[in-house]
C-alpha cells in the first residue's frame, strides 16, 4: 500500500492543538529494561502512518471550522481506503454548515443532554466531566511532553486531543526521540494507558450514541471506522511496537 | 487518658427529610450515583393517622457500628475490622466481595463499591475525623440530626445527649449493640 | 477474522520482530495507581487539597460554602460554617453543586443560530463575533423600531445581575422583566402596604409560630429553615396551615388542612378575636399604627363562626390560636415566607398576615416579624446616557391588558365593576410583572417589542401558560440568552452565550439584608473548564462593540457619551472586578480580605439587628409615616384600603380540582432536576391525590393518570396519600421537561408550565399559579 503522509504531516503539525513542551522532560515511567523497545523494534514507518490516521480522525472529530473542514476536505481521498476497511463505506463530506450543526448537535450542545459526549470522563463514573482518572490523563500528557494549548479552551480527554495525543505518542516513538530523550517504554506505556483506559472504554457508548443520533452519515461512517479501528488496536500495536496486550486487566496488572 | 469510644446521636425529631446528608456523602466518599450504592439514607416512616389527624417520622440510617458486629464475624479474609475507638471500617485491599457481610448485616448497611472495587459502607468519615473535622453527614444537616463524638467523654455532646433524653436502638433483638443512638 | 483483521492493517505495511507482550508486564504496573496499602484513614487521593470560601448560588438563598479542590477538581463543596446567615449548613442542591461546572451538558461556547428558530442548527463564534453580532442587532433594532425600548430584557436575581443592568442601561430600554412576579410579589406588596418593607421573622426566639402555605422544611431558605427546627426555643408552638400534610405539618404541633385561599379567612377571624377581646397591644398600635378604628370595624363581621364555614378549621381552634397568639406576643410569628404566587387578590391575604402582626405588636422585636436589616456598600456613582428614543414600559397601561388574564370572577369585587385603574402601578418598575408583560407583547400594545435578551431566566419553563411564551418568543426579531445551560428558552434563541458557573467565577460583593444581615461576595474555586464569560465580561465586551457602531449613541448629547466612555466603560468595566469589589467594600477596612477568606463579611459580629424602627419619630415607608392597618394609597388607587375578604375562586365543574405547586428540598425550581446527584433522588414526580377521591376515580397508586386544565395536559404517576385535601392535586415542579432526546428528566412526569393558567394578581402584578382546575382521568 502506497502511502505518504508526510506533507500532510507537516501541514497538520502546525495546527497541532497539542504542543510539544519540553522533551527534556524524563519519562514518568522508569523502565528497567527500556532497550528491550529500541527504536530498532519499532516499525517505525507503520508507526508513522498508524499515527496520521490517527491524527486525521482526530482532525474529524474536532469542531469543523472553515481551515479544520478543508482540511478534511482536502485530504479525504487519501484515507477512502481505510475508512472503507474499518467503517465500511467511503464518507461524503457534507456542506460545511450541516457538519458544523450536526457536529453541535451530536458533541457539544444540545437541548437537554448531548448524544454523544466527546468526553472520556463522561463514560466514567457519573457521566460528569473531569472523572477521577482524568487528572491522571493530565499527568500522562505532561509527562510524555505534551500540554494543551493554551489558546485551546478545551479539555485532555475530548476524544480528538486523545487521538492526537496517541498520534504524537507514535511520532515519538517512530522518530527515534523517544528513546534518545527519554524512555521509550514510558512512550508505549502511555500509548497503552491512553489507548486502553481512556479511548476504548468510552468507543461503544460513543460510537453507537453517534450511530443513533446522527442526521448525516458523515459521522456515523466516523464513528464506526474509530470503534473498529480501536477494536482491532491490539493487533495494530503487536504490529506495531512487537507487543500487544489482551485485556485491559492487563494493562492493570 | 481513656480511648475514644465513638458514636453518632440522632435526633431524628428534627430531620427534615431534605436529603442533604445522603448527597454529602456520596461526594465526600466517591459514592457513585445509584439506587443500591449509598452509605447513608433517610427513611420516610409509614404515615399515620388518617386525614386531618396525621403523623410522620423521617428516619436517617446507615452502618451502625455494631460492638457485636455480625459483618465482622462472618469476613473470610479479616478485611472487616474495628478499630480501637470501636469503629467498622473494610481493608478494601484485602476484601473479595464474597458479599458474605451484606447478608450477615442486619441494617442493609453495605454495598458493591466499584470505586473501591470492595464493599464498602459508613466509616464515620474516619479520613476527616482524625484531620479534626467532623463527618460529611453530620457537618451539612440544617437542623443537626446528628451529633458525632465520643461516649468516653462525659462532655461530649454525645454523651451529654445520651444522659438527658431516652434513646432508642434499631433492632435491639439482634444483639448488635450499635454505636448509633436514636434520642426520642 | 483473522483475515479480515489482516486486510484491515494492509496500509500499515507488515513487520515482523515481535516483542513477548510478557516484557512489559512489570512497566504497566507502573501504570497503575499506588496501592493504598494499610488502611490510613486516608481515602482522598493524593495530590494537592485546596479549601476556598465562596458562596452557593443553587437557589436564593447564598449560604456559605468551602470548595474542597483537589488537584485542580472540586472534590466536595461543604459548607462554611462561620457564615451567620445559613448556620453553617448546605442542603442537599448545595452539596450537588459539585457536579455542576462537570456536567457535559453545559454551554460551552457563543452558538449562533443557523437554522430555524428551535431546529437546533448552531455554529459555532468566538466571542468577539458574538459581541459584534449582538450590537450589530441592537444596532438593527434601534433603527428600524426608533425606540429603544423594543428590546426587552428578562433576568433572574444573582450577584451577576447588577452587570446585566449595565447593557441594560447602556442600550436605554426600560422593558425589563424578572422572576419576582413568579415568586414573592405578593408578599413583598403586601407587607409592604402595612410596615413599608417586606421583613424577616425571627424563627430563633419566636414562642409561637404561625406558618400558612410555607414549606419550610422543603423550600429551604436559610436561616428559617435552619433555626425552625434547629434553634426553636424550648416550648415553641408551630401551627401550619396547608392543603398538604407536608414535612413542615409533621414538624407542627398542630396541622390543619385548610381549604385554599381562605387564610385571609383564618387570619380575619383571629384579628376579630384579638380586637373583640382586648388582647392586643393597645401601647404598640397608638404610637405605631394608622387606621386602627377602621379596622376594628371591618373586623366585626368575621366572627371564628363565619371562618369556620370558609376555612373548616373549628372556630373554637381558631379562638385558641387568636387568643395564644396573643398570649405570646410580641414573640409571635405570622409567618411571611416567600413564594406567595398563589391565589388572585393574595396582596390582600399577605396584607392580612401584617396587620395581625402590628396589632399584636410583634414587629421589630425578639422573636418577632423583623424588618431586614442591611450593611451598606458603596456603590459607584454612574449615570447611564439618558436617550431620546426610549418610550415607557409596553406596560405601563396594563388595565386594558391584563383584563384577560384576570377571571371575571375576580375582577375587583371590592369596587363593583371593572379592573383597579392602578393595575399594575404598585410594581417595581425594573421586576415588571412577567404575565402582563407578556400580554402587552403580544398585542403589540402600544408599541412593538422585537428583540429579547434573557439572563439565567427560562421564562418557557417558568412562566405559566407555556404556548403564549412561544408566541411571544415568535414575534421577536432577535433573541439573546445568556445560560449556563441550553435551556428550553435558549434552544429558541438565535444567540446563546454561556456563562460560567458560580464556581468558576468573580462575583461582586451583596449586601444581604436580614435579621442578620451580612456582605458576600464569590471568588473562582476552580478555573473555567470552557470558553465561558462572566455577565461583567460580557457586558463590558457588547458594550465596547455598541461604542464601534455611531448609529447607536446619536440620541444622547455627545458630552454624555464622554462621560459614559469614561465613567462607565474605561473606570468599570474595563478594570478588573476585583477594583470593582473593593470599591464596593471601600468604607469597611479588611472586608476584601475577609471575603477571601471567609466568604462572607458582617459587622458588629454579625449580631442579630432589632429595633430600629421602634423609635419615636420613626418614619415608615407610607403615606403617613405610620404603620398602616388602613392603607392611604390604596385608597387613593380605588383598591381596598383594608383587606376585606375576598372569595377563591370556585371550580367550574364537580370533578375538578385545584392544582397547587410547590417543591422539594432536592431542587430548585426547574434547573437542578438534570444534577445526577439530584435525579436519584427523585427521577419523575408524581401527582399527589387524596385517597378517598383516588378509590372515586378507581385510580391506584403508582398509576398513570392524565391531569388536563384549559392550558394544557400532562401525563403523571399518581401518589395516592390521604397527605392531600380531597379538593386539591399537588406537584412538584420541574419534570417533564419539553426537552427531546435522553435527558433525565425529558417526559419523566409533568411539567407545571403546561398546565398552570396564567391568572394574575392585578396589585402586584403577580401570578397566581394555585388557581388553576383541573380533572383527573386514569392514562
Keep these: 500500500m502506497e502511502m505518504n503522509f508526510e506533507s500532510l504531516k507537516k501541514e497538520i503539525l502546525s495546527q497541532l492543538p497539542i504542543k510539544n513542551t519540553d522533551s527534556s522532560i524524563p519519562g514518568f515511567y522508569a523502565m528497567d529494561d527500556a532497550t528491550a523497545l529500541g527504536k530498532n523494534r519499532v516499525d517505525a514507518a507503520s508507526a508513522l502512518v498508524f499515527k496520521n490516521i490517527l491524527f486525521y480522525l482526530g482532525l474529524i472529530f474536532r469542531y469543523p471550522t472553515e481551515q479544520i473542514y478543508s482540511e478534511i476536505e482536502t485530504r479525504l481521498d487519501t484515507f477512502t481506503d481505510f475508512f472503507v476497511d474499518y467503517g465500511g ?87 527515534g526521540q523517544a528513546s534518545s530523550g527519554k524512555s521509550s517504554g514510558a512512550c508505549v506505556a502511555a500509548l497503552m494507558e491512553v489507548s486502553y483506559l481512556y479511548i476504548e472504554p468510552m468507543m461503544d457508548a460513543f460510537c453507537d450514541r453517534i450511530h443513533a443520533y446522527a442526521y448525516d452519515d458523515f459521522y456515523k461512517i466516523a464513528g464506526k471506522t474509530l470503534k473498529s479501528l480501536m477494536q482491532d488496536a491490539d493487533t495494530i500495536y503487536d504490529q506495531l511496537l512487537g507487543f500487544r496486550i489482551h485485556s485491559i486487566n492487563e494493562l492493570q496488572g | 487518658m481513656e480511648k475514644k469510644r465513638y458514636a453518632i446521636v440522632l435526633d431524628t425529631k428534627k430531620c427534615l427529610n431534605c436529603k442533604a446528608c445522603t448527597v454529602a ?158 434520642v426520642l | 477474522m483473522n483475515n479480515k483483521i489482516m486486510s484491515r492493517r494492509k496500509f500499515l505495511g507488515l513487520s515482523t520482530g515481535a516483542v513477548a507482550g510478557a516484557l512489559f508486564g512489570p512497566h504497566l504496573n507502573l501504570l ?122 428578562a433576568s433572574t436575581e444573582g450577584f451577576q445581575e447588577e452587570f446585566y443592568y449595565y447593557l441594560v442601561n447602556s442600550f436605554g430600554s426600560l422593558n425589563t422583566v424578572r422572576h419576582t412576579t413568579l415568586c414573592l410579589s405578593t408578599n413583598i406588596q403586601g407587607w409592604s402596604s402595612v410596615f413599608g418593607s417586606f421583613p424577616d421573622a425571627d424563627l430563633a426566639n419566636a414562642e409561637y409560630v404561625i406558618m400558612l402555605g410555607s414549606d419550610r422544611a422543603q423550600a429551604l431558605i436559610t436561616p428559617d429553615s435552619v433555626d425552625f427546627q434547629r434553634y426553636k426555643p424550648k416550648g415553641q408552638k408551630l401551627i401550619v396551615l396547608d392543603p398538604r400534610f407536608t414535612e413542615t405539618g409533621a414538624k407542627a404541633d398542630r396541622w390543619y388542612p385548610i381549604k385554599p385561599r381562605t387564610d385571609q379567612g383564618f387570619v380575619l377571624a383571629m384579628l376579630h378575636v384579638i380586637i373583640s377581646e382586648n388582647l392586643y397591644d393597645r ?242 474555586v476552580i478555573k473555567p473548564l470552557f470558553d465561558t464569560k462572566t455577565m461583567f465580561e460580557i457586558s463590558g465586551g457588547i458594550i465596547h462593540e455598541m461604542l464601534k457602531i455611531p448609529s447607536l449613541w446619536d440620541d444622547i448629547e455627545p458630552s454624555d457619551l464622554e462621560d459614559f466612555k469614561k465613567n462607565v466603560v474605561e473606570d468599570i468595566l474595563d478594570k478588573p472586578i476585583q477594583d470593582y469589589i473593593k470599591h464596593q467594600l471601600s468604607k469597611y477596612p479588611g472586608a476584601y480580605e475577609q471575603l477571601l477568606k471567609e466568604g462572607f463579611y458582617t459587622v458588629d459580629g454579625g449580631k442579630p439587628v432589632y429595633g430600629t424602627t421602634r423609635k419615636p419619630g420613626f418614619l415608615f415607608k407610607s403615606k403617613t409615616g405610620k404603620i398602616e392597618l388602613f392603607n392611604e394609597r390604596y385608597k387613593e388607587f380605588g383598591l381596598f384600603p383594608l383587606p376585606k375578604y375576598c372569595e377563591p375562586l370556585k371550580p367550574q365543574d364537580p370533578g375538578e380540582y385545584r392544582f397547587l405547586v410547590g417543591r422539594n428540598a432536592w431542587n430548585t425550581h426547574t434547573s437542578t432536576q438534570n444534577n445526577p446527584y439530584l435525579w436519584e433522588i427523585q427521577k419523575e414526580n408524581s401527582v399527589w391525590l387524596n385517597t378517598g377521591e383516588a378509590k372515586k376515580l378507581g385510580i391506584a397508586d403508582g398509576e398513570y393518570v392524565r391531569i388536563k386544565s384549559k392550558i394544557g395536559e400532562q401525563r403523571i404517576k399518581a401518589y395516592v396519600t390521604e397527605k392531600i385535601r380531597p379538593d386539591c392535586v399537588f406537584y412538584v415542579n420541574g419534570y417533564g421537561m419539553k426537552s427531546p432526546g435522553m435527558s433525565r428528566v425529558y417526559k419523566s412526569g409533568a411539567s407545571e408550565a403546561e398546565i398552570i393558567d396564567d391568572v394574575l394578581d392585578t396589585i402586584s402584578g403577580g401570578v397566581c399559579m394555585h388557581e388553576t382546575f383541573v380533572t383527573i382521568n386514569k392514562a
Design chain 2, 25 to 182: 456523602c456520596k461526594f465526600e466518599n466517591y459514592v457513585p450515583v445509584g439506587d443500591d450504592t449509598y452509605r447513608i439514607w433517610v427513611t420516610e416512616l409509614p404515615l399515620q393517622g388518617k386525614f386531618p389527624h396525621l403523623h410522620q417520622d423521617f428516619q436517617p440510617s446507615q452502618c451502625q457500628h455494631c460492638e457485636n458486629t455480625p459483618c465482622e464475624k462472618v469476613c473470610p479474609t479479616k478485611a472487616t475490622f474495628k478499630t480501637p475507638e470501636g469503629v467498622v471500617l473494610v481493608d478494601y485491599e484485602k476484601c473479595i466481595l464474597c458479599k458474605a457481610c451484606m447478608t450477615a448485616c442486619p441494617y442493609d448497611a453495605r454495598f458493591v463499591s466499584e470505586h473501591h472495587e470492595a464493599v464498602e459502607k459508613c466509616t464515620f468519615c474516619m479520613h476527616r475525623v482524625s484531620e479534626g473535622r467532623e463527618p460529611a453527614c453530620v457537618e451539612t444537616c440544617p437542623v443537626r440530626v446528628r451529633e458525632f463524638g465520643d461516649l468516653n467523654d462525659p462532655n461530649s455532646r454525645v454523651s451529654r445527649l445520651l444522659s438527658s433524653r431516652p434513646y432508642m436502638q434499631l433492632k435491639p433483638e439482634k444483639n448488635t449493640r450499635p454505636r448509633l443512638f436514636y
Design chain 3, 283 to 524: 401601647e404598640f398600635v397608638e404610637t405605631y399604627t394608622h387606621g386602627f378604628d377602621e379596622l376594628k370595624e371591618m373586623v366585626k363581621e368575621y366572627t371564628p363562626e363565619w371562618a369556620e364555614k370558609k376555612c373548616e378549621i373549628p372556630a373554637d381552634d381558631i379562638r385558641q390560636i387568636a387568643r395564644e397568639f396573643a398570649d405570646h406576643a410580641p414573640r409571635s410569628v405570622i409567618y411571611p415566607g416567600r413564594r406567595s404566587s398563589f391565589y388572585s387578590h393574595e396582596v390582600y391575604v399577605r396584607q392580612t398576615f401584617a396587620i395581625l402582626a402590628a396589632v399584636c405588636g410583634c414587629w421589630d422585636t425578639k422573636g418577632a416579624v423583623v424588618p431586614k436589616a442591611s450593611i451598606p456598600l458603596t456603590t459607584h456613582e454612574i449615570m447611564f446616557p439618558f436617550f431620546g428614543q426610549t418610550m415607557d414600559r409596553v406596560d405601563k397601561d396594563a388595565v386594558n391588558l391584563v383584563k384577560d388574564v384576570v377571571p371575571s370572577a375576580v375582577q375587583c369585587p371590592m369596587i363593583g365593576t371593572g379592573l383597579p385603574n392602578d393595575s399594575c402601578a404598585f410594581l417595581s418598575e425594573k421586576d415588571g410583572s412577567w404575565v402582563t408583560f407578556r400580554e402587552a407583547v403580544l398585542k403589540d400594545d402600544p408599541y412593538p417589542v422585537r428583540g429579547f435578551f434573557c439572563f439565567k431566566q427560562n421564562p418557557v419553563q417558568a412562566v405559566p401558560n407555556v404556548q403564549k411564551t412561544m408566541k411571544m418568543l415568535e414575534k421577536m426579531d432577535f433573541i439573546c440568552v445568556i445560560e449556563q445551560q441550553m435551556s428550553d428558552t435558549a434552544w429558541y434563541a438565535d444567540i446563546v452565550l454561556p456563562h460560567s458557573t458560580y464556581l468558576e467565577s468573580w462575583d461582586p460583593a451583596h449586601s444581604l439584608g436580614g435579621i442578620w444581615p451580612i456582605v458576600e461576595m464569590r471568588q473562582p
Design chain 3, 32 to 153: 497503575m495507581a499506588a496501592p493504598e496499602g494499610t488502611f490510613d484513614y486516608s481515602i482522598l487521593p493524593k495530590g494537592k487539597r485546596e479549601y476556598i470560601a465562596s458562596n452557593c448560588d443553587m437557589c436564593v438563598n447564598k449560604c456559605g460554602i468551602i470548595g474542597e479542590v483537589v488537584n485542580g477538581k472540586l472534590h466536595k463543596i461543604n459548607p462554611n460554617p462561620k457564615n451567620v446567615k445559613s448556620r453553617g449548613m448546605l442542603c442537599a442542591k448545595g452539596n450537588a453543586g459539585a457536579a455542576i461546572p462537570y456536567s457535559p451538558d453545559r454551554l460551552k461556547t457563543p452558538l449562533l443560530r443557523t437554522g430555524k428558530r428551535g431546529e437546533g442548527k448552531w455554529k459555532e463564534i468566538s466571542w468577539d463575533e458574538a459581541f459584534k453580532y449582538v450590537a450589530k442587532n441592537l444596532a438593527d433594532l434601534k433603527q428600524k423600531y426608533e425606540n429603544r425600548s423594543s428590546v426587552a430584557f
Design chain 1, 89 to 175: 463505506a467511503a464518507p461524503q463530506l457534507p456542506p460545511i454548515e450541516e457538519l458544523q450543526s450536526e457536529y453541535i448537535r451530536l458533541f457539544v450542545n444540545n437541548q437537554g443532554f448531548v448524544p454523544a459526549m466527546p468526553y472520556a470522563s463522561c463514560y466514567q463514573s457519573e457521566g460528569l466531566l473531569m472523572s477521577d482518572q482524568f487528572y491522571r490523563l493530565r499527568q500522562i500528557m505532561v509527562k510524555s511532553g505534551f500540554m494543551v494549548n493554551e489558546t485551546v479552551k478545551e479539555l485532555e480527554d475530548h476524544i480528538a486531543i486523545l487521538l492526537e495525543f496517541c498520534a504524537g505518542l507514535l511520532n515519538q516513538l517512530a522518530s
